[in-house]
């Protein structure tokens, strides 16, 4: 019985090419994804604040930054004491906070404001203006009754 030899065949030019270029597609092919994923569909992170709607004879609305929550600040007699129990509620984006602001604003509601993005969403909603906002160790608050 006789023994087949294997014979390797050199690849030709264009087989080479084919495979230089099937791993140029691949290559790209993650790179694109990686940009798009980083440059194209890129958001900046996103800022949350705590809204908690409390219905008494009128709402009460307490929003405050989410990183705020359950810390003090004081400047001699005045003391900003930013209670989990009192502002702690849903998680929201500023988009979706400053939604609340107006839809709470036409109930006559009342606001408890606290943190920088709380009240720049404020401003934005139009329910506060520059000359309302009050600071306390630099943190601005605002408190309105409509």
Not at 8 to 21: D, G, N, Q, R
Not at 68 to 85: A, P, R, V
Request: glycine content about 4%; proline content about 2%; some cysteine.
């Amino acid at each position: 019985m006789q023994k087949k030899q294997l014979h390797l065949v050199k690849p030709k030019k264009a087989s080479k090419t084919f495979f230089i270029i099937f791993l140029f597609f691949i290559f790209f092919n993650k790179t694109l994804k990686f940009f798009w994923k980083i440059f194209l569909n890129y958001k900046p992170h996103k800022i949350f604040m705590q809204i908690n709607i409390i219905n008494s004879c009128r709402y009460v609305v307490a929003i405050c930054d989410t990183n705020l929550l359950g810390k003090n600040f004081s400047e001699g007699q005045i003391q900003l004491d930013i209670k989990e129990s009192f502002y702690k509620g849903e998680e929201k984006s500023e988009k979706e906070t400053i939604e609340i602001i107006r839809d709470m604003a036409m109930e006559d509601a009342t606001f408890n404001i606290i943190g920088h993005e709380s009240v720049n969403a404020a401003l934005k909603a139009g329910l506060i203006l520059k000359e309302d906002i009050k600071k306390i160790e630099e943190i601005p608050f605002v408190m309105v009754l409509m």
